[in-house]
């Protein structure tokens, strides 16, 4: 059994927002978890300022792809997949540091 070093606050945001199928609140709660996780980490030197800086402006960027999808030649299935891509990430980076997330 894997040990974790930490759990994150924001699962909770993040597993309702997935069941409600919200993709604003998933967008929402993605931001407070790397918040949470740069705050967490930032004594480590593992993800710093400008890994945040780039996670948000990931999260920003399918804020405004949702907003306008169709302006961008989008469906809304394509921003939905670039959101779960976005959770994916979340995921993985906090298998690899060993944060547990309740999901």
Do not use: G, H, Q
Not at 59 to 69: G, K, Q, S, T
């Amino acid at each position: 059994m894997a040990e974790w070093k930490y759990t994150l606050k924001a699962s909770s945001d993040l597993r309702d927002a997935i069941r409600n199928e919200d993709p604003n609140a998933v967008l929402d709660a993605l931001e407070k978890a790397w918040m949470e996780i740069y705050f967490y980490l930032s004594d480590e030197n593992i993800y710093d300022s400008s890994d945040l800086d780039d996670d948000l402006d990931n999260i920003n960027n399918e804020r405004d792809n949702l907003a306008y999808y169709e302006d961008y030649d989008m469906t809304l299935n394509d921003v939905i997949d670039n959101i779960d891509y976005l959770c994916n990430e979340l995921y993985d980076f906090c298998d690899a540091e060993r944060i547990w997330i309740e999901i």
